[in-house]
């Protein structure tokens, strides 16, 4: 059994037949972790994975239905790191992810620079606005707005983190592309595969995934594009599969 705490809820992960620990007025995970997680490149059988900026968990939660690596997790917000945790503990895979309550700009010099064969990050998407335009609730505005982290140092840390010729997967917004790109050449990463997310055909992309390589040579490929809903406002097939499984 888990303990819930206060307005928590336990959630099914349904592709992976998983649970989380969600709370709406804390966090609660979007599409964009679940693309995220099925987007990024992870060696099946072994290596070391580590996703910052991890929330409740989601993302090392789905990574360990694809792969027998050893994941790690790392959260600056202890509630979430607790939610985190206990999710873990819920799931028996505490011999798969371990999971650190800390700032992500002291992960390299805790746990050591080069390590990770893969690393991926979903960061807060805007910068700080005026405090007058601050959510008021403290745990969505860290998770949103890059109060704590910004997007250079989510950057800068995944190439620290990354071994030579790892790989790095981020998800963010359109807008941001050449803030990106920009930011991951400063730091040795060349980006190599970039997908666009569409609300439904016709619209403008409102998510980005891309992945990088420590060190790489340029040869960047736009993949096909991702289209959440179809013209009923049902979900695509594409995500049908991701979040239920269905073929």
Do not use: W
Request: glycine share 6%; hydrophobic share 40%.
């Amino acid at each position: 059994m888990v303990k819930l705490k206060d307005d928590e809820r336990l959630d099914y992960l349904l592709a992976e037949n998983l649970r989380i620990i969600q709370s709406p007025s804390v966090f609660a995970f979007s599409l964009d972790a679940v693309l995220l997680a099925r987007f990024v490149y992870v060696p099946i059988q072994k290596g070391n994975l580590i996703d910052l900026c991890s929330g409740n968990g989601v993302i090392p939660l789905f990574l360990s239905a694809r792969t027998r690596g050893k994941i790690t997790g790392v959260e600056i917000q202890a509630r979430l790191y607790d939610m985190a945790k206990r999710s873990v503990e819920y799931n028996n895979l505490t011999e798969q992810i371990h999971m650190i309550h800390g700032d992500i700009k002291d992960t390299p010099m805790e746990i050591g620079f080069g390590k990770f064969d893969v690393v991926t990050c979903n960061p807060p998407y805007f910068t700080t606005p005026p405090k007058g335009e601050i959510n008021p609730n403290e745990h969505l505005a860290i998770a949103r707005h890059e109060i704590l982290c910004t997007l250079e140092d989510a950057i800068k840390v995944s190439s620290q983190l990354v071994r030579q010729g790892g790989k790095v997967a981020f998800v963010h917004r359109p807008g941001r592309l050449m803030d990106i790109i920009q930011l991951m050449r400063q730091y040795r990463l060349e980006p190599k595969r970039i997908q666009f997310v569409y609300p439904k055909l016709g619209k403008e992309a409102n998510t980005l995934l891309i992945e990088a390589i420590k060190d790489g040579s340029p040869d960047l490929k736009i993949l096909p594009p991702i289209y959440v809903y179809n013209e009923a406002n049902e979900y695509t097939p594409e995500i049908r599969e991701i979040l239920y499984g269905e073929k």
